[in-house]
């Protein structure tokens, strides 16, 4: 007879347990889905309700992001104001009495556009409707430039005196700044006003003179610069000059001067400005 030991025997409950187990095992299957498809519901009405919620509060915002992305980013108005071309400015306009009766005229206009140049623009100065004197010149960017005419001998009314620009031929400059920083480096020393009657070397003593050195601190050298010599009384200009230095090489130092043979107030300042357009490369000597 086989015997049986008393760990493999079950008691009383374990066996109802596993007969109720046996039993109800199907209505335990349905049961448990029933749980994981309320649970499925639950979770899909909470997800449900957290997005209206969400979409509720963020609605406003959302419709402002997406007309914002709609909506035109770049400033035209802006844009073309902040480059829209400023007409040439007059600054000042003299008439000066020289010798045997004639005159000279002084003009000082301004370009207001810093990143354009006038290549080429055509000038007059008018009284009435007589043209006294024209001619053609340029303008650097943002720059204060003078314009003159030299022993006028036309009638014509100082106090009608005008002068008019034309022909303007615009160029846009790109980081003109740092291109004049390079090639426009002068160095005026010993500026001296020398008043009718110091001359006394020259025996001329209705002439007065100018006398200055300049250096070119840039390291171009150039075939031809102008220089306008102005003098000024007060804010009034007095007098002006022109003179042309040649080949003007790098750091080279030249010593200059000009006379005006008439009767001039006190002169107060004496300025020097130089007169050529250093965005043409014809005027750079390479040697």
């Given at each position: 007879?086989?015997?049986?030991?008393?760990?493999?025997?079950?008691?009383?409950?374990?066996?109802?347990?596993?007969?109720?187990?046996?039993?109800?095992?199907?209505?335990?299957?349905?049961?448990?889905?029933?749980?994981?498809?309320?649970?499925?519901?639950?979770?899909?009405?909470?997800?449900?309700?957290?997005?209206?919620?969400?979409?509720?509060?963020?609605?406003?915002?959302?419709?402002?992001?997406?007309?914002?992305?709609?909506?035109?980013?770049?400033?035209?108005?802006f844009f073309h104001e902040k480059n829209k071309l400023q007409n040439i400015e007059q600054l000042?306009?003299?008439?000066?009495?020289?010798?045997?009766?004639?005159?000279?005229?002084?003009?000082?206009?301004?370009?207001?556009?810093?990143?354009?140049?006038?290549?080429?623009?055509?000038?007059?100065?008018?009284?009435?409707?007589?043209?006294?004197?024209?001619g053609n010149s340029f303008i650097l960017p943002g720059q204060e430039k003078y314009i003159a005419?030299?022993?006028?001998?036309?009638?014509?009314?100082?106090?009608?005196?005008?002068?008019?620009?034309?022909?303007?031929?615009?160029?846009?400059?790109?980081?003109?700044?740092?291109?004049?920083?390079?090639?426009?480096?002068?160095?005026?020393?010993?500026i001296n006003f020398l008043p009718a009657g110091k001359l006394s070397s020259s025996g001329r003593?209705?002439?007065?003179?100018?006398?200055?050195?300049?250096?070119?601190?840039?390291?171009?050298?150039?075939?031809?610069?102008?220089?306008?010599?102005?003098?000024?009384?007060?804010?009034?200009?007095?007098?002006?000059?022109?003179?042309?230095?040649?080949?003007?090489?790098?750091?080279?130092?030249?010593?200059?001067?000009?006379?005006?043979?008439?009767?001039?107030?006190?002169?107060?300042?004496?300025?020097?400005?130089?007169?050529?357009?250093?965005?043409?490369?014809?005027?750079?000597?390479?040697?």
């Amino acid at each position: 007879m086989l015997k049986q030991s008393e760990g493999s025997q079950l008691s009383g409950w374990q066996l109802k347990l596993g007969y109720w187990y046996v039993s109800n095992k199907l209505r335990i299957k349905k049961i448990f889905i029933i749980l994981l498809i309320v649970l499925d519901v639950l979770l899909l009405g909470i997800s449900a309700i957290y997005a209206v919620v969400l979409l509720l509060i963020q609605a406003e915002p959302h419709s402002l992001m997406l007309k914002e992305l709609n909506k035109d980013l770049v400033n035209y108005n802006f844009f073309h104001e902040k480059n829209k071309l400023q007409n040439i400015e007059q600054l000042a306009l003299e008439v000066i009495r020289s010798s045997n009766g004639k005159y000279d005229l002084a003009a000082v206009i301004r370009n207001p556009n810093k990143e354009w140049q006038i290549e080429n623009f055509h000038y007059q100065f008018v009284s009435g409707a007589d043209v006294i004197s024209e001619g053609n010149s340029f303008i650097l960017p943002g720059q204060e430039k003078y314009i003159a005419a030299f022993g006028v001998e036309k009638k014509f009314s100082p106090g009608d005196l005008m002068i008019s620009v034309s022909d303007i031929n615009w160029r846009r400059i790109d980081d003109f700044q740092k291109i004049s920083s390079e090639k426009m480096k002068f160095e005026f020393n010993d500026i001296n006003f020398l008043p009718a009657g110091k001359l006394s070397s020259s025996g001329r003593y209705n002439v007065s003179q100018s006398r200055f050195q300049v250096k070119n601190n840039s390291a171009y050298n150039f075939w031809l610069v102008g220089f306008y010599v102005v003098l000024y009384s007060g804010s009034n200009i007095s007098g002006i000059s022109f003179l042309n230095l040649e080949d003007f090489s790098s750091l080279e130092t030249k010593s200059a001067s000009v006379n005006w043979d008439y009767p001039l107030p006190t002169i107060t300042k004496t300025e020097i400005v130089p007169e050529i357009n250093i965005l043409d490369q014809s005027v750079f000597r390479k040697n």
